[in-house]
């Protein structure tokens, strides 16, 4: 924009110099042309006073009128009489002096590297003389060519000070729209703290206070969304407490303690929805998690229900941490999603394996695999019983780390759903004991 700017004031101040200048410059030459033809008829008019004050019209008179005068000294004079030699230098071609003296009037003809002018004068006796004065062409320019330099360089001058006022100017405005792009990017990123500071013209002000509003009530909507989902989770306590209740009382065995363990572990999993939720958009910073660490104690909890059901199921890699860009809640509600898809859409007995590394999670499993995946990814009815939000969490958490969310055919027949991550995307912070999934 500054660019631009720069290259239209350019542009116009130019048009206006020239519009200006080149007119002037011709009105310049023609000043210093008549300037010298007057000075021309300055002189021929002495020339005809001192004849009229010279005793006679004799070759010596006429030669001392003709000295007395600057013209004459520089040999630019001359007096043509009928009948009688020329007095001075002539210039003029002698056809035009014949057809002056002829019709009696004033004139100005070419000259070899001038002009001449040719007035007439008429004596006694009804006699006409001739008097020439010549004017060279270095006269009739003379002072113009520093006067077009002094308008050339007014021409630079003007150009180059309005280019520069337009450059500060322009400065101004181009501040003030990269603070608003950058304020727009910076939002975009996920820095909802990010503001901008009106400034510049008027447009632009306004383009400020407006994305400022735009942004506090995007943080305000999302806010009352979360304390939205935030009141829905804490609803979910009163029938918690009741199957809780009913959890307790049952008998000693494995059996309750397992439900006892699934019931502790739903109420912290609501907990840490409603801590989260009421927390405001604009209080969470960035968090990275393991994500081997997060399969590991999630494994601990599928795997209870995997035995209860006879399924076969092993997992490999998580020798080493896998660091993703990803809140807890979040990476554990994936991994959920993963692990729940297989019990859901399976039936009992199936196997299904986990692999987790650097290049991501995967899930297969034995079961029938999933004809259509793209209807799967589908939120309202996706078939099969599902609402397609489980996958959409995955989807939306791979793409926050990174990655993105993969479904094809495993290697057991199956489905395999995946967290696929780009290795050159996730973060690694100091190394440490990584927790290895070893069965």
């Known amino acids: 924009m500054r660019s631009a700017l720069w290259r239209l004031s350019f542009a116009i101040t130019t048009m206006i110099a020239l519009a200006f200048l080149v007119p002037l410059a011709y009105v310049t030459k023609q000043i210093a042309h008549d300037r010298a033809l007057a000075e021309a008829r300055s002189q021929a008019d002495a020339m005809v006073a001192a004849l009229a004050s010279a005793p006679g019209d004799t070759s010596a008179s006429l030669v001392r009128a003709v000295v007395t005068l600057p013209a004459g000294q520089s040999g630019r004079l001359a007096v043509h009489l009928t009948g009688q030699p020329t007095v001075g230098t002539s210039h003029a071609l002698a056809a035009d002096v014949d057809r002056t003296a002829h019709q009696r009037r004033s004139q100005t003809v070419e000259a070899p590297g001038g002009l001449a002018y040719l007035q007439t004068v008429v004596l006694d006796g009804d006699r006409t003389a001739v008097v020439e004065v010549y004017v060279s062409d270095d006269e009739l320019s003379r002072g113009v060519g520093a006067a077009w330099l002094a308008l050339a360089g007014l021409a630079v001058v003007l150009v180059a000070g309005s280019t520069l006022v337009a450059d500060r100017l322009g400065t101004r405005i181009v501040k003030s729209t990269r603070q608003l792009a950058e304020g727009a990017r910076a939002f975009g990123d996920g820095d909802l703290h990010a503001r901008v500071e009106p400034d510049g013209p008027a447009e632009l002000r306004d383009a400020a206070r407006s994305f400022n509003r735009m942004a506090e009530q995007m943080v305000a909507f999302a806010d009352a969304e979360r304390e939205l989902a935030a009141d829905l989770s804490h609803r979910l306590r009163t029938p918690l407490t009741a199957l809780r209740l009913d959890a307790d009382a049952m008998p000693p065995g494995p059996i309750g303690e397992?439900?006892?363990?699934?019931?502790?572990?739903?109420?912290?999993?609501?907990?840490?929805?409603?801590?989260?939720?009421?927390?405001?958009?604009?209080?969470?910073?960035?968090?990275?998690?393991?994500?081997?660490?997060?399969?590991?104690?999630?494994?601990?909890?599928?795997?209870?229900?995997?035995?209860?059901?006879?399924?076969?199921?092993?997992?490999?890699?998580?020798?080493?941490?896998?660091?993703?860009?990803?809140?807890?809640?979040?990476?554990?509600?994936?991994?959920?999603?993963?692990?729940?898809?297989?019990?859901?859409?399976?039936?009992?007995?199936?196997?299904?394996?986990?692999?987790?590394?650097?290049?991501?999670?995967?899930?297969?499993?034995?079961?029938?695999?999933?004809?259509?995946?793209?209807?799967?990814?589908?939120?309202?009815?996706?078939?099969?019983?599902?609402?397609?939000?489980?996958?959409?969490?995955?989807?939306?958490?791979?793409?926050?780390?990174?990655?993105?969310?993969?479904?094809?055919?495993?290697?057991?027949?199956?489905?395999?759903?995946?967290?696929?991550?780009?290795?050159?995307?996730?973060?690694?912070?100091?190394?440490?004991?990584?927790?290895?999934?070893?069965?």
């Open 258 to 439: 397992r439900m006892r363990q699934a019931f502790d572990a739903l109420d912290d999993e609501i907990e840490q929805i409603i801590t989260q939720a009421r927390r405001s958009v604009t209080d969470r910073r960035p968090e990275t998690n393991d994500l081997v660490e997060v399969v590991a104690d999630r494994l601990a909890f599928w795997s209870v229900l995997a035995e209860d059901q006879n399924r076969p199921w092993r997992v490999t890699g998580g020798r080493e941490p896998v660091y993703v860009p990803v809140s807890e809640s979040d990476l554990i509600s994936a991994v959920d999603c993963l692990l729940g898809n297989v019990f859901q859409h399976t039936g009992e007995g199936t196997g299904f394996e986990v692999h987790v590394s650097a290049r991501g999670l995967y899930v297969d499993d034995a079961g029938p695999g999933i004809a259509d995946p793209a209807a799967a990814l589908r939120r309202g009815s996706s078939g099969a019983g599902s609402t397609g939000l489980g996958l959409d969490i995955v989807r939306r958490v791979a793409e926050t780390a990174g990655g993105r969310l993969i479904i094809e055919r495993s290697p057991l027949r199956g489905a395999r759903i995946a967290i696929e991550l780009d290795p050159f995307a996730t973060d690694t912070p100091t190394p440490r004991q990584a927790r290895k999934i070893v069965r």
